[in-house]
């Protein structure tokens, strides 16, 4: 079966640094193009990739009958339109997250997605690791009993970088919008539980969120649980996830970005002081979840993270800040 041809929308640093890589890399892929007005953006992902064809607008590249999928790293404010305009043109589209800015952005998307019958995917790549399928089946199957409590920690400091588009209100930036994807996603993920109620302190800088302490209460399969999760772009780095049950506890330890903040672990943690730790050293989530997607398409396999799940997602983003109270 052929490989999916990808094609990449502008020559993003992250792209640059991890999806562009992963595509290469990734089994059932072959990344062929890019669009960058500036040429000397290209020179670094052609040092992998000599054989890249280079296109110098977005629309140039929609039009390549070459390309089968394309991945979308633009700013926030951006991706609805571009995922819509891939679609048009019979393009997959992988775009990066969040992939809209509000919930209704949504039910545009799912349209243009059904009615073209292509995949179009959020790039929620932490489902597509070992570490949380892991902690998925733990917690689904009982292993630390029923969930009592979920909390989650993910931070950075950019203070210094304002120019970046998470310091920038017109692209869609923020903390929440950002790392909240996971600290809120990740929840829903692992305990099939939706929000019941959530409270939310946040702090603003020109226009921005840098700081968000959400509050709450989920309910799902195995009942009602507390949670808490804190996000800043001005805090010291650091990643966390626990999940607090009635015989035991799961954590993990670099659950956001395995092997870079840390190596993917998922602990459990029994009475007596008892603790298993499972390692996960090599695997890459960029590359799983490009080989996921490609196998969506090759195959017509159902895509593990579909538009519905993370439209649960950005309903949770927008009730947030609906809900959020300015702190200094």
């Known amino acids: ?28 892929a072959e990344l062929v193009a890019l669009a960058t007005s500036d040429p000397a953006k290209a020179v670094p992902f052609q040092a992998f990739c000599p054989g890249l064809r280079l296109h110098d607008s977005y629309e140039a590249l929609l039009a390549d009958p070459g390309i089968d999928a394309v991945y979308i790293p633009l700013p926030n404010h951006l991706h609805v339109e571009w995922t819509l305009k891939a679609l048009a043109a019979g393009k997959h589209v992988l775009c990066e997250k969040p992939i809209a800015m509000q919930d209704s952005d949504f039910d545009a998307l799912i349209a243009a997605r059904d009615a073209s019958g292509l995949l179009a995917a959020e790039a929620y790549m932490i489902v597509h690791h070992p570490q949380w399928q892991r902690a998925r089946d733990l917690v689904q199957s009982g292993a630390i009993g029923r969930v009592e409590h979920a909390d989650v920690v993910f931070s950075y400091d950019n203070r ?19 790392i909240g994807v996971y600290a809120y996603g990740s929840v829903r993920f692992v305990t099939g539980a939706e929000p019941e109620d959530l409270q939310a302190r946040v702090r603003f800088e020109n226009g ?14 195995q009942g009602r649980f ?3 999760a804190l996000t800043s772009m001005r805090l010291f780095p650091r990643q966390e996830v626990v999940f607090q049950g009635e015989t035991g506890l799961i954590r993990l330890t670099a659950p956001f970005n395995a092997n870079v903040f840390g190596e993917a672990r998922v602990e459990l943690h029994r009475p007596g002081l008892s603790m298993t730790v499972e390692r996960f050293p090599a695997a890459n989530h960029y590359v799983l979840q490009v080989e996921a997607f490609c196998t969506s398409v090759r195959t017509g396999a159902a895509y593990p993270c579909p538009l519905e799940f993370v439209r649960g997602t950005q309903a949770m983003i927008d009730r947030i800040f609906a809900a959020a109270v300015a702190v200094s």
């Open 208 to 221: 921005v969120d840098t700081w968000a302490q959400v509050t709450g209460t989920f309910a799902g399969p």
């Open 1 to 28: 079966m052929a490989a999916v041809r990808w094609g990449i929308l502008g020559a993003a640093n992250f792209a640059r640094h991890h999806m562009a890589p992963a595509i290469h890399a990734a089994k059932g």
């Open 160 to 178: 210094a970088d304002l120019a970046n588009i998470r310091n920038r209100p017109e692209t869609g930036g923020g903390g929440i919008r950002d």
């Open 226 to 228: 507390s949670y808490a």
